[in-house]
T-cell receptor, first 116, second 114 residues
Framework: GAGVSQSPRYKVAKRGQDVALRCDPISGHVSLFWYQQALGQGPEFLTYFQNEAQLDKSGLPSDRFFAERPEGSVSTLKIQRTQQEDSAVYLC??????????????FGQGTRLTVV | GNSVTQMEGPVTLSEEAFLTINCTYTATGYPSLFWYVQYPGEGLQLLLKATKADDKGSNKGFEATYRKETTSFHLEKGSVQVSDSAVYFCAPPPGGTSYGKLTFGQGTILTVHP
């Protein structure tokens, strides 16, 4: 597609429910990032994939958070046993190159998760 | 690692006013610097970038010059419009990474009134 696509756009989950958030990056983009953005805050890094390899998951807040990108394209962020503090917008971004000075990340519109 | 200090908002201006949002950085070497913008209900978009010291990035009437002597990358626009109302983020990639992970501050909320 023309841009990074995320689904669903909005998700309401009951506390304790498991959720799965999907990201379709721009075709051919090697790098994929997940960020969490709480209300009124800037995005915070969660995890990074280079193709199918998860090279950095240092930002995942707990072992309830799990991300995968099995074929190096679509990625899924899964949150188990959701808690109210998980309420946030989850942003996915992809970029064409793996590093260098000119990396530009393209962001999706995000999934707004509300845990009630 | 690299980091930025960004002017906190919110900033409220009238249409056609001059805008400056300050951003200073600390970095090892001279990494690329970016300004991202987030319009209401949207994800982030790259607004402009500068890839080396003394470069000027520009887009949509916005400009920012990568000044190594003052370690600054201030965002400016000569005449803002209502449609510029958004949250603006200054971001460097952390030093030492090979994949361009971005670190964002809280951002600066800009509201432009007619």
């Amino acid at each position: 597609g023309a841009g990074v696509s995320q689904s669903p756009r909005y998700k309401v989950a009951k506390r304790g429910q498991d959720v799965a958030l999907r990201c379709d990056p721009i075709s051919g983009h090697v790098s994929l990032f997940w960020y969490q953005q709480a209300l009124g805050q800037g995005p915070e890094f969660l995890t990074y994939f280079q193709n199918e390899a998860q090279l950095d998951k240092s930002g995942l807040p707990s072992d309830r958070f799990f991300a995968e990108r099995p074929e190096g394209s679509v990625s899924t962020l899964k949150i188990q046993r959701t808690q109210q503090e998980d309420s946030a917008v989850y942003l996915c971004a992809s970029s064409l190159v793996t590093g260098g000075l000119y990396t530009e990340a393209f962001f999706g519109q995000g999934t707004r998760l509300t845990v009630v | 690692g690299n980091s930025v200090t960004q002017m906190e908002g919110p900033v409220t201006l009238s249409e056609e006013a001059f805008l400056t949002i300050n951003c200073t950085y600390t970095a090892t070497g001279y990494p690329s610097l970016f300004w991202y913008v987030q319009y209401p209900g949207e994800g982030l978009q790259l607004l402009l970038k500068a890839t080396k010291a003394d470069d000027k990035g520009s887009n949509k009437g916005f400009e920012a010059t990568y000044r190594k002597e003052t370690t600054s990358f201030h965002l400016e626009k000569g005449s803002v419009q209502v449609s510029d109302s958004a949250v603006y983020f200054c971001a460097p990639p952390p030093g030492g990474t090979s994949y361009g992970k971005l670190t964002f501050g809280q951002g600066t909320i800009l509201t432009v009134h007619p």
